[in-house]
């Protein structure tokens, strides 16, 4: 069964760091397309940073300049790493995988809970 588990979330004080994680399993993790998102209650699920498999990246304007993405194939794992972080950043943040090659397949995490407070 296929799995993205998030780790690294928690709480932190304005312009602080986190590093987010996402471990997955049961995929041939190198020909997805993996994403971070981020959700507040009440409100449509959002864009953070993309990376595909050919490593490119893309980010919200938001968190230009401020977070990175970046993916292990060897390790099965998708990062986020946030700088400078903001109040309204507080967020779910969610880890999600699209298969690049036919067939397609969308898979989520759990999500993990990121709040920047002091």
């Known amino acids: 069964q296929v799995q993205l588990v998030e780790s690294g979330g928690g709480l932190v004080q304005p312009g602080g760091s986190l590093r987010l994680s996402c471990a997955a399993s049961e995929i041939i993790f190198r020909i997805y397309d993996m994403g971070w998102y981020r959700q507040a209650p009440g409100k449509q699920r959002e864009l953070v940073a993309t990376i595909n498999r050919l490593m490119n990246t893309n980010y919200a304007d938001s968190v230009k300049g401020r977070f990175t993405i970046s993916r292990d194939n060897a390790k099965n794992t998708v990062y986020l790493q946030m700088n400078s972080l903001k109040a309204e950043d507080t967020d779910v943040y969610y880890c999600?995988?699209?298969?690049?090659?036919?067939?397609?397949?969308?898979?989520w995490g759990q999500g993990t809970q990121v709040t920047v407070s002091s």
């Open positions: 999600n995988a699209i298969r690049a090659i036919s067939p397609a397949r969308e898979y």
